[in-house]
């Protein structure tokens, strides 16, 4: 079992920036993604961004040249550093651990979301 525990959430002002950072309880020795979804009031989750353990990433299209995603294998930490942020940004923001166990398929952890609250 892995728990994920969020920081680094809050309230700004549009244009400015924030660091969230999800850090695993314990190493990671399967082949994984780590990866921010977000989910406003009344909207589906959706995907932000994700770095495979070969440092891998993809971004959403609403993100892109903002949001920097970057992990720390040695820490069990991912991070994502928001910048020139909108009021369209705010939303709770979850992270997620996807580990790739070849035939037995995936198993994916979720942590208890942080919220981002951008003011116009």
């Known amino acids: 079992q892995v728990q994920l525990v969020e920081s680094g959430g809050g309230l700004v002002q549009a244009g400015g920036s924030l660091r969230l950072s999800c850090a695993a309880s314990?190493?990671?020795?399967?082949?994984?993604?780590m990866g921010w979804y977000r989910q406003a009031p009344g909207n589906q989750r959706e995907l932000v961004a994700y770095?495979?353990?070969?440092?891998?990433?993809v971004y959403a299209d609403s993100v892109k040249g903002r949001f920097t995603i970057s992990r720390d294998n040695a820490k069990n930490t991912v991070y994502l550093q928001m910048n020139s942020l909108k009021p369209e940004d705010t939303a709770v923001y979850y992270c997620?651990?996807?580990?790739?166990?070849?035939?037995?398929?995936?198993?994916?952890?979720w942590g208890q979301g942080t919220q981002v609250t951008v003011s116009s």
């Open positions: 770095i495979n353990s070969g440092g891998s990433t």
């Open positions: 314990r190493s990671i020795d399967s082949i994984n993604t």
């Open positions: 997620q651990l996807l580990l790739i166990l070849g035939p037995l398929g995936v198993k994916d952890y």
